[in-house]
């Protein structure tokens, strides 16, 4: 009878730009228990066999994004993909790709940080305050629910071949959560010209890998079609309509 396994090897990258010349991937072997996630090795290599080795997480619940990893060759939330899914391994590592890495698993988001603010991402209200409650309707909100969930965990950044090739593309997610804004009834914003822009919707080949991808189900690829049509309503618009009479 075969003896179950208790351990799992995990093949981590290294990484120290400056002083490495390239990534290298390190094997560590630690426990395999039901419950641990690839988190849970990591903290275990951290703690237990190499004090050395950086990567980012928090909450341990799927929620802050932090922790986003490729674990075996796909972008995942480390705290949410689990050892025994892998066994009996290796399971591998890596840092998010499409992004400059730090150090080890650690990569710089700096790129959409810069961007996240171009898409107004925050409600513009024009009109006259309402005293008291801001009310909605419950279908009201069900128009934008979906895309308010994106934890910025840059999992679709990472699975996008667009923004693999042009990183000047807004991205997934900065797409998604304008779009969430501009359906909010209490939105009077107008961020057509980012989103309509030729880094906007429009680059987008539709692959639909950043929805895949997501761990929230916030639908990006679904947002970006979305908006183009919007886009190209209002275009239409434009053309063929006085400026006084477009609504």
Not at 193 to 201: M, Q
């Amino acid at each position: 009878m075969a003896r179950k396994r208790t351990t799992i090897t995990m093949e981590v990258t290294r990484f120290r730009p400056g002083e490495d010349s390239e990534p290298t991937l390190q094997s560590y072997e630690v426990p395999l228990r039901k419950e641990w996630a690839v988190l849970d090795g990591l903290n275990h290599i951290k703690d237990h066999l190499d004090g050395t080795l950086s990567y980012r997480w928090s909450c341990r619940m799927g929620i802050c994004g932090s922790c986003g990893m490729t674990v075996n060759g796909k972008p995942q939330l480390s705290c949410a993909t689990f050892l025994v899914d892998y066994a009996p391994g290796p399971v591998r590592v890596e840092p998010l790709r499409n992004f400059p890495v730090i150090r080890d698993l650690v990569v710089d988001i700096s790129d959409f940080m810069t961007k996240l603010p171009k898409v107004k991402p925050w409600l513009i209200h024009e009109g006259e305050t309402p005293e008291g409650e801001f009310l909605q309707t419950p279908q009201e909100m069900d128009e934008y629910k979906k895309y308010s969930m994106c934890i910025n965990c840059m999992l679709c950044y990472s699975a996008c071949p667009v923004y693999a090739l042009e990183p000047e593309f807004l991205g997934p997610a900065a797409i998604a959560l304008g779009q969430r804004y501009n359906l909010d009834s209490r939105d009077d914003g107008d961020r057509r010209d980012v989103l309509a822009s030729a880094e906007g919707v429009w680059a987008c080949t539709f692959v639909g890998e950043c929805s895949t991808a997501c761990p929230k189900g916030v639908d990006p690829a679904g947002a970006i079609q979305r908006y183009k049509l919007t886009a190209a309503v209002a275009a239409l618009k434009d053309f063929l309509l006085p400026r006084g009479a477009r609504r």
